[in-house]
């Protein structure tokens, strides 16, 4: 059964404290009147995979429930899948990254079973969308579905989160699949970085939108210096007085706390409040390369600072829903363990609690605005969110130049680039300039907050959003 996710509408006055009156009247105004206007009383109907969990779901929860406070009737519903046709996408999610993922083929069999799942969907789709709707697509999950839309000359836009610069066997592979669904039925494409789109897709019809941060959730929200403090020696990362749980706001406005305890390996006591921090926080993943910073830093920082260096990720379950974070985690458990005593006691790795998703929301935040530096040493990167969410706190960031990494950070001035991700020296060089120089700390911080303000807030997001919907419905898209 297909699903509908309902959320209710959010005052896009909340954002005023930190994008200004100015720009709230923008999104009230100027581009919501044009959408009003354009959707005439019917709906934009978002179409994703998952209602909770990974990027698609969270930005959509930040997204929408604006739109809807500024009079939009923006929805969104969620396909029905089994278990084959979610090992199908997640083959074709790895290869839009230029990844095998798991091997298997994309062809004739897995094209029909896929036509199969969507079909349903479709059936199911027809009852709920009318003339005069315009429908979002998001993903490869819900490519097969434009067919259906377009017959019924129903404005398509097709949304891809995914993606890498170039392309290889992998991602020819991908769309050697998708394109097929989409070439002749998409009016308009968004991708978040223009790169990320294959040849095919027409210029006129390639979108540019990349996605923001939520200032308000507890994952960004103001929290002061000492209650990050409490929160990182209440988990077990600081050595400082914990008078036990900390207290937080939900985004639904009922109290939580951080109760549970973080997994820590480390050698002898954490680092005191006052010590110097590098913070890299990270899914386990190959391409986030914890291991690659534990050696930049031990090589290249460790005996010229004070600093220590957290590598903090989700626990990883016994039960693994992601095996290859298992892989990774004890892959770099090993890289730790083969340090010498003195660097071992620098550095530790931390596996945060999950079970509580603001919870865990929470305790990245005390982490993000405590660090002295955040790092995000990635090989790739498709935006890099953690790059976002430190920019916005006013932390310096030092990160390698790749992916969208390079479309968030101006060198020198909202942060450092590393321009070879895997050169040591380079990444070592550019955290010791941040931990020697206050003064550059604070300056990179500052450009850091600003540049996060001025284009990854959601009301940007938005504007480009009501601009593009626009320009398909009333044709000139
Ligand atoms: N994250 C988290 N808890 C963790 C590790 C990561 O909440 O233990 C979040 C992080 O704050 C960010 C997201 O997961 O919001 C990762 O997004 P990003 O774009 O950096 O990388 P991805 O994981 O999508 O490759």
């Known amino acids: 059964m297909m699903e509908e996710v309902r959320l209710a509408p959010r005052a896009p006055e909340e954002l005023q404290a930190i994008i200004g009156p100015e720009r709230v009247a923008r999104l009230v105004t100027q581009s919501a009147e044009a959408m009003r206007a354009a959707l005439r009383g019917r709906s934009i109907i978002n179409i994703n995979s998952t209602p909770a969990g990974g ?24 396909i ?9 996408t997640k083959r074709l999610h790895h290869r839009l990254h230029g990844e095998p993922g798991d091997g298997g083929e994309l062809g004739g069999q897995e ?17 709920i969308v009318v003339e005069g709707d315009i429908v979002i697509l998001h993903d490869p999950q819900t490519a097969g579905i434009a067919e259906y839309l377009a017959s019924r ?30 070439e002749p039925y998409v009016d308009a494409y968004v991708f978040t970085r223009p790169s990320y789109a294959p040849s ?80 890299q926080v990270s899914r386990w993943d190959p391409l986030k390369d914890m291991a690659g910073t534990m050696t930049g830093f031990v090589e290249h920082v460790l005996d010229n600072t004070e600093a220590h260096l ?16 298992a892989v990774v985690l004890n892959q770099t458990w090993d890289h730790w363990r083969a340090l010498r005593h003195h660097q071992r006691s620098r550095v530790q790795l931390v596996c945060l ?64 680039l590393v321009q070879s991700p895997r050169d040591l020296a380079e990444f070592g060089g550019a955290l010791n300039r941040v931990l020697m120089d206050p003064d550059l700390a604070r300056r990179l911080g500052e450009g850091g907050r600003r540049r996060a303000i001025e284009f990854f807030l959601p009301d940007t997001s938005l504007g480009l959003w009501e601009e593009l919907l626009v320009s398909v419905m009333t044709g000139d898209g």
């Open 55 to 78: 990027g698609v779901a969270e930005m959509l929860q930040v997204l929408l429930p604006l739109a809807r406070g500024a009079d939009i009737d923006a929805r969104w519903l969620v």
């Open 80 to 88: 029905d899948g089994d278990e084959e046709f979610f090992a199908i």
């Open 111 to 127: 094209a029909a079973h896929y036509d199969e799942v969507m079909r349903r969907n479709v059936d199911e789709l027809s009852a």
């Open 153 to 182: 000359g129903i404005p398509v836009v097709w949304r891809c989160h995914v993606g890498i610069d170039g392309s290889n066997e992998w991602t020819d592979d991908a769309w050697a699949f998708l394109r097929r669904y989409l």
């Open 200 to 279: 095919w897709v027409p210029v006129d019809r390639l979108h540019v939108i990349r996605p923001s941060i939520d200032p308000l959730a507890p994952k960004n929200a103001d929290m002061s210096a000492d209650k990050a403090r409490e929160i990182l020696s209440y988990v077990g990362i600081l050595d400082h007085p914990s008078a036990g749980p900390v207290s937080f706001l939900r985004s639904d406005g009922t109290p939580g706390r951080v109760e549970r305890f973080a997994d820590i390996v480390q050698t002898g006591p954490p680092p005191a409040a006052d010590v110097p921090l590098v913070v």
């Open 310 to 325: 957290v590598l903090a990720g989700p626990v990883v379950t016994a039960v693994a829903d992601d095996p290859e974070a």
């Open 353 to 416: 609690p999950m079970s509580d998703g603001e919870e865990n929301a929470v305790i990245v935040n005390a982490l993000q605005r405590h660090a002295t530096v955040v790092a995000q040493k990635s090989l790739a990167e498709g935006f890099g969110l953690t790059v976002t969410e430190a920019m916005y706190k006013g932390t310096p960031v030092v990160a390698s130049a790749v992916g969208g990494i390079t479309d968030q950070i101006v060198d020198e001035e909202s942060g450092l």
